[in-house]
């Protein structure tokens, strides 16, 4: 019995019959064979020295404006926020009351405490214009008391907090002052009298400045 002819099975020529192996590194859902897109190039990373001379640019160009504009530092501004009493009180301040002869401490006699203003039981502190409220200011007689009448009837020589008689008009001048107070200085406190006794100052008596003795 003739052998029968062995069959060779021959692999298709250029493909190969080993198996590849595939991996994660392999795929790519990408059809565009450029360089990958890093996320972290879109963040924007400032350091503290950066913030430091960002803040240093806008103050030299807000002096610079201001000098440019008005010839003063702060567009002539040179209300409270610039006082550093006012700042040492929104820190460590509180409020205060006040008997009159307690306010009467605070005249400017005594450099090393603040200078203070009364308007109707509402107290300021004026130390930043001690010049003006000082002992040798050209309205002293103010510091110290609550001279609201003064300030409602225009008679310096009035100077106490009486307003049993005063008119709509004086009124509204009282108030005039209290919003300029509040808005040059800043309170810190009132200040509790004494019952007034006796008829309220003649307006025969009113005297301007120059005439402020303390009635």
Same mark, same amino acid.
């Given at each position: ?6 069959l060779k099975h021959r692999a298709p020529s250029g493909k190969s019959t080993t198996p590849s192996t595939v991996t994660a590194d392999t795929i790519t859902t990408d059809t565009n064979p450029k360089v990958k897109h890093n996320a972290d190039n879109d963040s924007i990373h400032f350091s503290i020295l950066d913030i430091i001379r960002m803040l240093l640019g806008i103050s030299l160009l807000f002096f610079i404006t ?6 003063? *530092?702060?567009?002539?501004? !040179? ?5 550093? !009493? ?7 301040? =509180? ?33 930043? !214009? ?18 609201? /009448? ?9 100077? !106490? *907090? ?8 004086? /009124?509204?001048?009282?108030?005039? *002052?209290?919003? *300029?107070?509040?808005? =040059? ?31």
């Amino acid at each position: 019995m003739s052998e029968l002819p062995t069959l060779k099975h021959r692999a298709p020529s250029g493909k190969s019959t080993t198996p590849s192996t595939v991996t994660a590194d392999t795929i790519t859902t990408d059809t565009n064979p450029k360089v990958k897109h890093n996320a972290d190039n879109d963040s924007i990373h400032f350091s503290i020295l950066d913030i430091i001379r960002m803040l240093l640019g806008i103050s030299l160009l807000f002096f610079i404006t201001s000098q440019l504009t008005t010839s003063t *530092w702060f567009f002539k501004y !040179n209300g409270k926020l610039l006082q550093p !009493n006012y700042l040492h009180y929104c820190l460590l301040g =509180k409020h205060q009351i006040l008997t009159d002869p307690q306010l009467a401490l605070y005249n400017g006699t005594d450099e090393t405490i603040p200078v203070y203003i009364a308007v109707n039981g509402t107290v300021w502190d004026v130390s930043s !214009n001690r010049l003006t409220y000082g002992p040798k200011g050209s309205y002293s007689f103010f510091a110290g008391k609550d001279c609201a /009448r003064a300030f409602a009837t225009n008679c310096l020589n009035h100077l !106490n *907090w009486d307003l049993r008689d005063i008119t709509p008009e004086e /009124r509204r001048r009282l108030n005039g *002052w209290i919003e *300029w107070f509040d808005d =040059k200085y800043f309170r810190v406190g009132e200040v509790i009298h004494e019952e007034i006794e006796g008829l309220p100052l003649s307006r025969k008596d009113c005297q301007g400045k120059g005439h402020h003795s303390a009635s």
